[in-house]
């Protein structure tokens, strides 16, 4: 065994100085050692290759970041491994930059806490507690447990960032802007929530359920420190008949109300936690001027404009008051037989268009009584032959401006088409002719109709026409094949 020891520290030395010879060559400038020696990178003045082994570094003990010592003074490029563990340094990787120690990246995993106030009593190594109490005089600022007791926390590094997902520290106490080209993430030590900048301008909050089931992620409004939450703007995952919903809230005395929010499926709700429709207010509501309440819009008895929602809960009744100057619009039937009118529209007395109920479906109809037109004539809009109705330019007698418009003739169109119009009575003022716009659109889409068809059957012979030009063009190409090789024969005879 001794002999087999002696043999390998000789052979070992033997390498050493083997190698120290080929490093004092001008030819040999290079150096390796451990596994392969004779295969050197081109690049390296030094190269150390093992499978199983490792490179160990002095161990010193630093005294703080700007004291050299144990050294005699600092050399920029000096690379030590660290074993003092205090306030301000711990153990680890340390290069020098010619002013001063610079920790490299630690793997040492630390049990992050928060807490309220600064902290107090033992505690256990590798710990670093931070105050999260924001009405705190110490508020933010963080404490490591070194030999079980509380001291100011102070990166050994020069940024509080790590890198990327670990817990490496990345470097770094600046002034000023920080930027990175990735994204930055604030987590929870557990990974149940976390806040992140995503670069190109995005804010991502993630908040587990499991962790708070009703309040998710949030951004919180204060004025002062008593009440952090005055305004919130978060995801509340029990409201919205629990399918959750961005939640507009406000914190007064101490009661969280919520005044708004949006549901995943589009739903907007006011002054409602569970909206029923995608737009729901729960409580009537204003539209005035002046700030006036809107209490006498219904007996027209207001100075000011304004349109008020509301209902009355014991004849279960709801309303729409619009006070004006002007024509009042208030929709209100507790019943609505056949024939009944909801809105008429009128000027100088003149019936110009109705909404009514016909018994079974909502009519909308406009004036087109031949008593109230004058100037009509046939209008240069037409299309000759589209239809075998007259759309004429005209304007209403009542009209003093004289006001040209395009339109119908009802008792014209309704020997046309009598399911667009509505028939009048005697008094041209009260219960005119009618026409209802919207119901020529099936007769347009017909036409629209019989025109492809009469497209497609033109393609259609078009296409024909083209497989006999085509057939025609391969008959000459035959015949002229034929009269070419005619003409050979007759040459070559």
Excluded at 102 to 128: E, Q, R, V, W
Excluded at 169 to 182: F, P, T, V
Excluded at 263 to 269: C, E, S, T
Excluded at 318 to 339: E, F, H, M, S
């Amino acid at each position: 065994m001794k002999v087999k020891q002696l043999l390998t520290r000789t052979t070992g030395a033997l390498g050493v100085t083997a190698g120290l010879l080929f490093a004092g060559s001008p030819l040999m400038a290079q150096v390796k050692i451990g596994d392969n020696p004779n295969t050197v990178n081109s690049s390296s003045i030094l190269e150390l290759e093992s499978a199983t082994k490792g490179l160990r570094l002095p161990r010193v003990e630093l005294q703080s970041l700007s004291n050299p010592a144990p050294l005699a003074a600092h050399v920029l490029g000096m690379h030590v491994y660290n074993t003092t563990d205090n306030a301000t340094l711990q153990a680890g990787e340390y290069y020098n930059d010619g002013t001063s120690w610079i920790a490299l990246s630690s793997d040492i995993a630390f049990t992050y806490i928060d807490g309220i106030n600064a902290p107090t009593g033992s505690c256990a190594a590798k710990t670093i507690y931070t105050d999260t109490l924001e009405a705190s005089g110490t508020y933010g600022q963080q404490w490591r447990c070194i030999n079980g007791s509380w001291v100011d926390y102070v990166s050994p590094t020069k940024t509080p960032f790590y890198a990327g997902t670990t817990t490496r520290d990345a470097g770094g106490n600046r002034s000023g802007l920080i930027s990175r080209s990735g994204n930055v993430l604030l987590r929870r030590a557990d990974n149940q929530g976390s806040t992140t900048l995503v670069q190109g301008g995005m804010v991502r909050l993630y908040r587990n359920a499991s962790v708070a089931p009703a309040v998710g992620a949030s951004i919180d409004f204060a004025r002062n420190t008593a009440n952090p939450a005055l305004f919130r703007v978060g995801l509340r995952n029990d409201l919205n008949d629990s399918q959750g919903a961005l939640a507009f809230q406000t914190n007064l005395a101490g009661t969280t109300s919520t005044r708004m929010l949006i549901g995943l499926n589009g739903q907007v709700g006011i002054n409602t936690t569970n909206p029923l429709r995608v737009f729901h207010v729960n409580g009537k509501a204003l539209f005035s001027n002046n700030n006036n309440d809107g209490a006498l819009y219904f007996n027209g008895t207001a100075d000011q404009d304004g349109i008020l929602l509301d209902w009355d809960d014991n004849a279960k009744e709801a309303q729409i008051a619009v006070q004006t100057d002007g024509p009042n619009l208030a929709l209100t039937k507790k019943a609505a037989p056949a024939g009944s009118v909801f809105v008429v529209f009128r000027a100088n007395g003149d019936d110009l268009g109705q909404i009514r109920y016909n018994g079974t479906q909502t009519v909308y109809a406009v004036t087109s009584d031949s008593r109230l037109k004058e100037n009509v004539k046939q209008t240069h809009y037409s299309i000759e032959d589209l239809m075998k109705i007259g759309v004429v330019d005209y304007n209403y007698k009542n009209n003093a401006a004289k006001t040209r418009t395009t339109g119908f003739i009802a008792q014209d169109l309704f020997k046309i088409f009598p399911d667009a119009v509505s028939k009048g009575g005697d008094d041209v003022k009260t219960n005119p002719w009618m026409v209802d716009y919207g119901k020529l659109t099936p007769l347009l889409v017909k036409a629209i109709q019989d025109q492809q068809k009469k497209i497609e059957s033109l393609e259609a012979q078009l296409s024909e026409m083209n497989a006999l030009k085509a057939e025609v063009a391969s008959i000459k190409a035959m015949l002229g094949n034929a009269e070419q090789q005619k003409s050979g024969a007759t040459t070559s005879k």
